[in-house]
């Protein structure tokens, strides 16, 4: 990319124009890079050594004691919550690995579940197809020897009716069955 004021593009041009133009053009502006000028090296100065002063009185045993115990203190504090996060970042990994794992388990019953109910329902429709009402009476009545019975053959018993009239009929007969009861 040129810049505007760049001239040196024009440099190479026979025309008049263009020459009064590259002769004025300023050496200050152009884009090549300045002659490297190393700088004078500097003297070093060293600062002299100077005693702070303020800090005069030292600590007495039992102060550096209570220090290392607050640092050991702080230290262990530390430590104990960095081992916490840690633990309780593993125990969250886990219990993901474990909610996946209990996933694909439900989805593979579900999916085992769909397929048992598809089979069942199969099963039933071949069942009814097979076994018809017609199929039985023909069964129970060409295989069996079976007879359909008429509105006429039907009795029905009253069964309190029934165990009076027994009860009676035995006491005629004899009455030391009486005091068995019956059935």
């Known amino acids: 990319m040129t810049n505007s004021n760049d001239f040196r593009r024009y440099s190479y041009s026979a025309d008049i124009e263009m020459t009064d133009a590259v002769n004025a053009f300023n050496l200050t502006r152009s884009s090549a890079a300045p002659k490297y000028a190393p ?30 115990h607050r640092v050991f203190r702080q230290a262990f504090t530390t430590v104990l919550v960095l081992a916490l996060a840690v633990s309780m970042l593993f125990a969250m990994l886990f219990t993901y690995a474990l909610k996946n794992e209990y996933t694909r388990e439900i989805a593979a019953l579900k999916t085992e579940l769909t397929r048992e109910i598809n089979q069942n329902i199969c ?18 009545v060409n295989k069996l020897g079976m007879v359909k019975l008429q509105a006429d053959q039907i009795r029905y018993i009253d069964v309190e009716k029934y ?14 069955v009486i005091n068995e009861p019956i059935g």
Request: charged share 35%.
């Open 39 to 68: 700088a004078p090296e500097r003297e070093r100065r060293q600062r002299p050594l100077t005693v702070v002063s303020g800090n005069e009185k030292l600590k007495s045993k039992s102060e550096l004691l209570s220090d290392q």
């Open 163 to 176: 165990k009076t009239e027994r009860t009676a009929s035995l006491s005629d007969d004899a009455p030391e």
């Open 123 to 140: 099963t039933n429709a071949e069942l009814d197809a097979l076994v018809t009402i017609d199929q039985i009476e023909d069964y129970a």
